[in-house]
C-alpha cells in the first residue's frame, strides 16, 4: 500500500509540474509577442551582466556578478526553449533602439 501511495503522489507530482511548464510557456509566449514585454525581457538580460565580462578580479564581486549572469543565463534559456525566433528578434530591435539613439545624438558614424 505504501508503494501505491508513493506511485499516486509520484503521478501526482508530475502532472503538477508538467501542467506549470505549460502555463509558463504560455507565459513566455504571451510576454515575448509584445514589443514592451520583449524590452523589459532584454533589459533585465543587461542588468543581470549576460552581455559583459566581469570586470573584477575582486573575489566577491566576481561571485555576485557570476550569480547574476546566472540568472540571466537561465532566461535566456528559457527564451530559446519557449520562443526561440523572439531572441533574434530582440537582438534587432535593441539594434534599432541604440542606433535611433545615435542618430539622435548626432553620432552617425558617417
Not at 500500500?1 to 504560455?26: P, R, S, Y
Not at 509577442?33 to 570586470?55: K, Q, T
Not at 519557449?82 to 553620432?107: F, P, T, V
Request: with cysteine; proline share 0%; glycine share 8%.
Amino acid at each position: 500500500m505504501t508503494t501505491e501511495k508513493k506511485g499516486v503522489t509520484a503521478g501526482a507530482h508530475t502532472q503538477k509540474v508538467q501542467a506549470q511548464l505549460k502555463h509558463d510557456a504560455e507565459y513566455w509566449r504571451t510576454t515575448l509577442e509584445s514589443y514592451a514585454g520583449r524590452v523589459v525581457v532584454w533589459r533585465i538580460l543587461e542588468m543581470c551582466g549576460v552581455f559583459s565580462d566581469c570586470g573584477s578580479t575582486d573575489h566577491a564581486d566576481m561571485a555576485a556578478f557570476l550569480g547574476k549572469r546566472r540568472i540571466g543565463l537561465r532566461i535566456m534559456s528559457e527564451i530559446h526553449q519557449h520562443h526561440d525566433k523572439a531572441y533574434q528578434l530582440m537582438e534587432q530591435e535593441e539594434l534599432g533602439r541604440q542606433y535611433k539613439a545615435s542618430s539622435i545624438k548626432g553620432d552617425t558614424h558617417e
